[in-house]
Each structure stands twice: as C-alpha cells, then as structure tokens.
C-alpha cells in the first residue's frame, strides 16, 4: 500500500520557525516531483512548494517564498519544509503530496498530484 505520511507540525509564535517532514512508504517516489499543499478552514487547498523529481529545480508560491525552503532525499524516500519567519497566515493543515506521472519539474496543479498523506496541522499564534 502506497503512503505518505507528514510530520512536524505544530503550535508556534509568529516569527518562529517548523520543519516538516514526509516519509514515502510502500514504493519509491525517488522519480516523482513533490510538493507540499495546505489547507486552511473554509479555504481551497492551494499550492505551497515543489520540487523536481531530480531536486535540482524548485518551485514556490509567492506568499512563501523567501522564507519555506523545500528539499528532498531520493535516497531515503523523504521530502522536507522548512518554515522560517511565520505568519498567523500561515496556519492550515498542510499536505505532502506526489505528482502521478514521473519525472516532474515540480508543478503547482493540485490535479498533477495523484498520492496524499493525511495532513499535518501546522498553527501560528501572533
């Protein structure tokens, strides 16, 4: 069974930082782009950060970038977030996800990516 599974999340103050991580099991995406998405209530899932199936490009939305950098290890399986200088904006659940087909520039396209984890609530007090 395919699974992707974040963790990291949590309560922080604004200005602090969190890095969540996302363990694939199951089978290996070391040939699939990555991303993270988030969700906040009442709000559309919209896109956060990508990365190429290489790791060599990346991809940011403008209200991150700057401050969330996004990295990966192909050999272990693993995707990472780092989140610095958060916002109470920032807060949602936030999702890693895996692109369908393979080998991936990283896209921003919430229907590129076909493999989810749970979510991972991620919370910023001001």
């Known amino acids: 069974q395919v699974q992707l599974g974040e963790s990291g999340g949590g309560l922080v103050q604004a200005g602090g930082s969190l890095r969540l991580s996302c363990a694939a099991s199951?089978?290996?995406?070391?040939?699939?782009?990555m991303a993270w998405f988030r969700q906040a209530p009442g709000k559309e899932r919209e896109f956060v950060a990508a990365?190429?199936?290489?790791?060599?490009?990346?991809n940011y939305a403008d209200s991150v970038k700057g401050r969330f950098t996004i990295s990966r290890n192909r050999v272990k399986n693993t995707v990472s977030l780092q989140m610095n200088s958060l916002k109470p904006e920032d807060t949602a659940v936030y999702y890693c996800?895996?692109?369908?087909?393979?080998?991936?520039?990283?896209?921003?396209?919430?229907?590129?990516?076909?493999?989810w984890g749970q979510g991972t609530q991620v919370t910023v007090s001001s």
């Open positions: 990365i190429s199936w290489s790791g060599g490009s990346t």
């Open positions: 996800a895996a692109e369908r087909a393979g080998y991936g520039l990283g896209s921003a396209g919430v229907a590129e990516y076909g493999y």
């Open positions: 199951g089978r290996t995406f070391s040939n699939r782009a």
